[in-house]
């Protein structure tokens, strides 16, 4: 069997396959939407669901044309007339093209890993569980692939085959609407595109996939070696049993991938001494890049009374609605990652922490306008606020007037207007500014 393997390795589709899965696969990882994976791991293991959108329907074509191999040497009928077992020579094929899917859609992965593998420290277990369902997605494709073309197995078969896929995959999320958790059962890329930090996909979600995706390449496997009705009606079983299954495991909740949450991903993790910096698990990998210049923002905020002394990461969520927990004695940083995997604007941290400390709990309704909040940060910085600190020319106009007017003053002045500035932003008070009649 080995041997054989190795000569349908060598000689198939198999090879072939795999090269052109990989290269479209790193192609899409790097370039589709820029590095959309450089947070982390479960973010690599979705973006690589989300581009078999491009890569499963290969695999169906791959199969498709491997099948059809026979008939295109014209030994179909010789082949048939050989007293070897029909599964003894399909079982190569098989193992063959699952293995080249398999092979090039986990180097796609040690691609996106080489990028973040010094900034990534947080790998969940649930991470390589989606990857796993990747992995059978493909394999259940190629195979399904190899059923019809040898059931339909002329030259176009292949390329017709792919294109179907690729409006399969497109179009089940608008054929199972508004159950948008049906689409998650069936459709492997569905809610995998723009993870946010602290997204999970969770066991029941990949379980249901799983259930599924077995079922269906048990059914592929059936059509492929069937020699007549009977056994391609029983392939119609596997489905039905494998969908009925897979809907019962998935929870009936639309939207149930984007809105949750890893919650040790969001636990923090120190730097060691003092004072304290502590980012998200996700983001661990960080603290070097960011705890100097996170504790020489703590120095600049010592000149103020009961001013901060911890900087935490951040970990609110939005889908769900969830609020990092909140104290006077810390400032909550928002920690972003950019496409190289880095932390983004690193010479900006600082200044994000000071002005942190003029934002109070995620909760308040009341809190001082971004302007204000810069004008005083830089204050106590010693610097006038850096070009690009905001988007909109008129904001940044106004933090800069402000640090002037603040310069201009005698320091004990200056330095009680921020300090009242604080002490507002603290008790969520309305009407909280830098001057009287500040626009708000």
């Known amino acids: 069997m080995r041997r054989v393997l190795g000569i349908e390795l060598r000689r198939s589709a198999a090879a072939g396959s795999a090269l052109i899965l990989l290269v479209v696969g790193v192609l899409a990882l790097y370039f589709a939407e820029g590095i959309g994976f450089a947070t982390g791991w479960m973010q690599l293991a979705m973006s690589q669901r989300l581009y078999l959108a491009l890569l499963w329907p290969l695999a169906l074509a791959a199969g498709a044309w491997q099948a059809s191999r026979e008939n295109r040497s014209k030994v179909t009928e010789l082949f048939a007339s050989t007293p070897r077992p029909r599964a003894s020579r399909i079982l190569p094929i098989l193992l063959a093209m699952a293995a080249a899917v398999t092979a090039a859609y986990l180097a796609m992965g040690l691609a996106g890993g080489l990028w973040i593998f010094d900034t990534a420290a947080y790998l969940p277990v649930q991470a390589l569980v989606v990857t796993a369902v990747g992995v059978l997605a493909l394999i259940a494709a190629v195979w399904l692939g190899l059923a019809i073309g040898r059931l339909l197995p002329w030259r176009a078969t292949a390329p017709v085959l792919g294109i179907a896929g690729l409006g399969l995959l497109l179009a089940i999320p608008g054929a199972t609407r508004p159950h948008g958790w049906l689409a998650l059962v069936f459709s492997p890329i569905y809610e995998m595109n723009m993870p946010d930090a602290f997204t999970t996909v969770p066991g029941r979600a990949s379980a249901a996939q799983a259930l599924w995706l077995a079922a269906l390449a048990g059914a592929a496997v059936l059509l492929f070696a069937s020699g007549g009705w009977r056994t391609r009606v029983a392939a119609l079983l596997p489905v039905a049993l494998g969908a009925a299954l897979a809907i019962t495991v998935m929870p009936h909740q639309n939207r149930y991938v984007v809105g949750s949450v890893d919650p040790v991903a969001q636990e923090l993790v120190c730097a060691d001494d003092e004072p304290r910096v502590c980012l998200s698990r996700v983001h661990s990998g960080l603290l070097p890049e960011l705890t100097a210049s996170a504790r020489d923002g703590l120095t600049a905020l010592a000149k103020l009374p009961g001013a901060p002394t911890r900087v935490h990461e951040d970990t609110s969520t939005y889908v769900p609605d969830r609020y990092a927990p909140w104290r006077p004695d810390l400032v909550l940083l928002r920690v972003a990652t950019g496409q190289d995997g880095h932390l983004e604007e690193p ?12 934002t109070g709990s995620p909760e308040c ?3 001082p ?3 204000d909040q810069y004008a005083a940060a830089y204050w ?6 850096a070009a690009g600190t905001f988007y909109e020319s008129d904001e940044q106009a106004s933090a800069v007037e402000q640090w002037h007017t603040l310069q201009a003053m005698p320091a004990a002045e200056a330095q009680a207007r921020v300090a ?7 008790s969520c008070a309305d009407g909280a500014s830098l001057f009287a009649g500040s626009a708000r």
């Open 365 to 367: 309704q009341n809190f």
């Open 380 to 385: 106590l910085i010693g610097q006038e606020p």
């Open 420 to 426: 009242a500035l604080r002490e507002a932003a603290v």
């Open 347 to 358: 010479d900006r941290v600082q200044a994000k922490v000071v002005a942190g400390a003029f």
């Open 369 to 371: 306008r971004p302007a």
